[in-house]
């Protein structure tokens, strides 16, 4: 990559809103971590194809700073939900702030203590782990992993047959479902009392007994998670007032049996992040209304809390219990990553059709529902962008879809340049973007770019299309 084409620039925040995550340089190229993705786009050494995800390193460091300094004196671990975004630098980055990681699977559990997270830094969630990922997890470093987070009764006994075989003590959490319902969109509402998640309140008692009766099992601390991309504190504070008790109870109970005390409280993750459009969850009857967004969907901006403020509301509820001396965990995902990567896509033609009174007026581009499944899936707006954006030219409303054979391919109705532009940018798609694509209809996995310092700092290039084809061979 020639050095000037990753050059910082100084942004011009008259051109792109100051606190907006994509910068504008004066002339209005899109801007992240300082460089010119458009640039990075046209080097004729190819080494990047759209579409290509770009992330920016130091903006993700600064949330879990951000998140830590939250805390203040409370002891806490910011564990870093992988399956938002399990790449390596950004791995290292959470790590390099003290992070530690929730890992739903033996192989992120693998992936993490190889990028540098200690193994008392790991929570292990998940309703169906097998006994290779509980052995993972219980024979990890000195004494196992921070927590295995036990989802069901059930889990229990066998988490003890695991550690008996090898000879070993097994650290578990009960994550409890509250049976809150959170706002938020019903494929990502974990804490309801229909939810697979966690084992119901009303049967902490019977956990406790089936932990008694376990001797190869201690109890490490209680833990929720209710959803994801919550947008105001109410359901999260309500949770938190929830599982307190059941804290206090569990570790009498334990005491009472002459086992050790608790040791993690564990608040879970679900910070949300300001798409710019309606949130997934309280904006979804516009959004499926108009889904180029309404006046209400605009409003609900300012609405979206910041993860300190969780953090904060979660601290005063630990101090007013007395639990201070308590290890706080939090398990964000999506609040660290989410708004610091972006998807960048070659525009491939535009297409007019007449089929009543209206015209339509679409506009294919390179990435589609493989790369960026949340706008299919969870009916999610991505706010779209020409990467290179000038003063005075003629804006037309595009529906904005990819190449795979669904219907769903569709990433919704813009306001782009027209005629359109060579480039177009997918903001706030850092979490749940490259973890989510597969490679249907025979496509490559995404390329992924790392900026930190004004440069590209790293690059991964997962299966190409020719992968793909010879994995298909047999
Ligand atoms: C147990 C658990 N913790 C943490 C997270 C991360 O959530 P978010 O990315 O919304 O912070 C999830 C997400 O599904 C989860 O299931």
């Avoid at 054979?405 to 798609?429: I, N, T």
Wanted: charged share 25%; glycine share 10%.
């Amino acid at each position: 990559m020639a050095a000037d084409s990753t050059a910082a620039i100084a942004v011009d925040p008259s051109v792109g809103a100051a606190a907006d995550l994509v910068q504008r340089a004066p002339d209005g190229d899109a801007l992240l971590n300082g460089v010119r993705l458009e640039q990075l786009l046209e080097t004729d050494d190819g080494r990047i194809a759209t579409p290509a995800y770009f992330y920016d390193l130091d903006a993700i460091a600064a949330e879990v700073r951000d998140i830590r300094s939250a805390f203040g004196a409370q002891r806490h671990l910011v564990a870093y939900a992988v399956k938002a975004n399990s790449a390596g630098p950004i791995v290292r980055a959470v790590a390099g702030e003290g992070g530690g990681a929730d890992v739903v699977s033996a192989a992120e559990l693998k992936l993490v203590r190889m990028l540098g997270v200690a193994a008392n830094g790991v929570v292990f969630s998940g309703v169906a782990k097998t006994d290779r990922e509980i052995d993972l997890a219980i024979g990890d470093g000195a004494s196992g992993i921070l927590a295995i987070q036990a989802e069901s009764i059930e889990e229990i006994p066998r988490i003890d047959a695991r550690a008996r075989a090898l000879g070993r003590i097994a650290r578990i959490s009960f994550r409890v479902n509250p049976g809150i319902e959170a706002d938020t969109h019903a494929y990502i509402a974990t804490g309801h009392d229909e939810a697979k998640f966690g084992i119901p309140r009303a049967e902490i008692g019977s956990a406790v007994e089936a932990v008694a009766a376990a001797p190869n099992v201690q109890l490490v601390g209680v833990g929720n998670h209710i959803g994801s991309q919550l947008t105001v504190t109410d359901a999260y504070v309500g949770a938190v007032r929830m599982l307190i008790p059941v804290f206090a109870a569990c570790e009498t109970a334990m005491v009472q049996r002459g086992r050790p005390a608790l040791e993690i409280l564990d608040c879970g993750g679900g910070f949300g992040i300001d798409y710019g459009t309606a949130p997934v969850g309280s904006g979804r009857a516009e959004r499926a209304a108009d889904p180029g967004g309404t006046p209400r969907a605009q409003e609900e901006k300012s609405r979206v809390v910041r993860p300190a403020e969780f953090v904060r509301a979660l601290i005063s509820e630990v101090d007013r219990a007395g639990l201070s001396h308590t290890r706080v965990v939090v398990e964000p995902g999506r609040s660290i990553v989410g708004a610091h990567g972006v998807l960048c896509a070659s525009v491939i033609m535009q297409k007019r059709a007449r089929p009543n009174e209206a015209e339509r007026r679409w506009l294919m581009i390179d990435a589609g529902m493989n790369d960026l499944i949340r706008p299919a899936l969870y009916q999610a707006l991505h706010r779209i962008e020409p990467l290179r954006k000038r003063d005075g030219e003629s804006i037309a409303t595009f529906r904005v879809v990819g190449p795979v054979c669904e219907s769903s391919d569709d990433f919704g109705a813009h306001e782009l340049p027209d005629p359109p532009p060579a480039h177009v940018v997918l903001r706030d798609a850092g979490a749940y973007g490259f973890t989510m694509a597969s490679q249907y209809n025979g496509r490559a996995l995404p390329t992924e770019v790392f900026l930190s310092g004004g440069k590209v700092v790293s690059t991964l290039r997962s299966a190409d299309a020719d992968a793909w084809v010879r994995s298909r061979v047999g």
